[in-house]
Nanobody, 127 residues
Framework: QVQLVESGGGLVQPGGSLRLSCAAS????????VGWFRQAPGKEREGVGC????????DYIDSTKGRFTISRDDTTNTVYLQMTLLRLEDTAIYYC????????????????????WGQGTQVTVSS
């Protein structure tokens, strides 16, 4: 069973950048979907981006396209979320998630599609 640990959150000014890490144990590198999600106070958890590790397919919600990028390091079993041009509304707890149910050419931004979750890391964008 895969276990996930996020890190890299913190306080950043608007327009700044952060890189979140998701370190996995028990990782099957080529047969997982990985998603990044966030949840702000009083709001539902939403997907911000996902990556299909088997074929490299990625997807992002409109508000993060061009600003957020998911990448991977197979040597360390780590998936990253690089966030740039951060906005006040990006403030949330960020979670990574993984699931073995992979379809070619697809990854999911739906929380219910993921079985394994990390504990989350806080990102605060504030001046």
């Amino acid at each position: 069973q895969v276990q996930l640990v996020e890190s890299g959150g913190g306080l950043v000014q608007p327009g700044g950048s952060l890189r979140l890490s998701c370190a996995a144990s028990g990782w099957i590198q080529k047969y997982y979907n990985v998603g990044w999600f966030r949840q702000a106070p009083g709001k539902e958890r939403e997907g911000v981006g996902c990556l299909n590790l088997s074929d490299g397919t990625s997807d992002y919600i409109d508000s993060t396209k061009g600003r957020f990028t998911i990448s991977r390091d197979d040597t360390t079993n780590t998936v990253y979320l690089q966030m740039t041009l951060l906005r006040l509304e990006d403030t949330a707890i960020y979670y990574c998630a993984a699931d073995w149910r992979v379809r070619k050419g697809d990854c999911s931004l739906v929380p219910g599609a993921y079985a394994a979750w990390g504990q989350g890391t806080q990102v605060t964008v504030s001046s």
